[in-house]
């Protein structure tokens, strides 16, 4: 009897023993199906990421783009010829940027940024934005998202009695092709009353210099300053300043300039004698194609209704928004 009973002790024991090893078997089979869905997602996951990273680096063939021509010919053209031909060059998307937001509101007071590995603002990143008439969205998103360095200038209101916010470094200082002293004040285009009496401005290589940034990386240069861009660029060109640069985003005024006049309640705007920063349309032009020379690409262009003229019945928008991105940092 007792033999009968010590006989079913070794079946038992077996048949724990196949059960444990089927578990076994079962727990590795599962496993291995997870770690091949892992390595599956994964593979998938990267030629995905490749595949981005391969058409945010393509740059697109530019042999085959629409450039402004020669000196020579610009300097023939009449002024239907430039606007159009500006209309024109404005439009074209010459590299690709798979990563643009917006920073700041969708009107003027924002801008688009390519956010792209190689043009997207680093861990020690700086920001400078000339012009905001105290309007500061386009510094706190850039504040948020990125936490850089901000220097804003604009010397053209007072600061007395003004909460500037505390993520910026704000500056009295208009920017321009030479350091002077604004003495004659100007009309505000959207009245009759005189601006600020005395203007600091100074050249992007002295603002630079007196801030420590003789050789720093600027991430983010943003200009805003009513038609004087055309008045600052060659400067910033021929200084080598713009070498820093690694996204340049800036309205571009063209043609000559207006202001704006209110009758009846309505305001609407009004071309003067004047061209914008007091530069004519053929050197505008000439400055655009300076800024393809030195390695400049527009990646995204965004048009207003201000300032927008019928020439051949085509609709001319004069005033544009364009971030470009220097092709230097591609490396």
Not at 191 to 211: A, F, G, R, Y
């Amino acid at each position: 009897m007792s033999h009968d009973n010590n006989s079913g002790v070794p079946s038992r024991t077996k048949n724990r023993i196949k059960a444990n090893w089927l578990l076994f078997v079962i727990g590795l089979l599962t496993l291995i199906c997870i770690f091949d869905v892992v390595v599956h997602q994964r593979k998938m996951s990267v030629m995905q990421m490749q595949s981005n990273k391969s058409r945010c680096k393509k740059v697109i063939d530019e042999h085959n783009l629409f450039q402004i021509p020669d000196d020579d010919i610009i300097d023939k053209m009449d002024n239907n010829s430039l606007y159009l031909l500006f209309n024109k060059y404005v439009n074209l998307q010459q590299y690709y940027c798979c990563n643009i937001t917006r920073q700041g509101q969708k009107l003027s007071t924002g801008k688009n940024v390519c956010e792209d590995d190689f043009f997207k603002p680093g861990s020690k990143c700086n920001v400078y934005s000339f012009g905001s008439k105290f309007n500061f969205d386009f510094e706190e998103s850039i504040w948020k998202n990125f936490n850089c360095e901000i220097h804003t200038f604009d010397p053209s209101m007072p600061v007395e009695q003004k909460t500037l916010p505390f993520f910026i470094g704000y500056h009295l200082i208009g920017l321009s092709g030479k350091n002077f002293i604004q003495t004659e004040p100007e009309i505000w285009r959207h009245h009759n009353k005189p601006l600020w009496k005395t203007w600091q401005m100074q050249t992007l290589s002295s603002i630079m210099d007196s801030l420590n940034h003789s050789d720093a990386t600027i991430d983010i240069l943003k200009i805003d300053i009513e038609g004087w861009e055309w008045d600052a660029l060659p400067e910033m060109i021929q200084g080598g300043k713009l070498r820093n640069v690694k996204q340049l985003c800036i309205e571009i005024h063209f043609g000559f300039s207006f202001k704006h006049q209110t009758t009846n309640g309505h305001i609407k705007h009004v071309f003067t004698n004047n061209t914008w920063g007091n530069v004519p349309l053929k050197g505008q032009l000439k400055i655009l194609k300076q800024l393809y020379n030195y390695m400049f690409r527009i990646v995204r262009n965004q048009s207003f209704n201000w300032g927008r003229i019928k020439i051949e019945n085509k609709i001319i928008r004069t005033l544009n928004e364009l971030t470009l991105i220097n092709l230097r940092f591609l490396t």
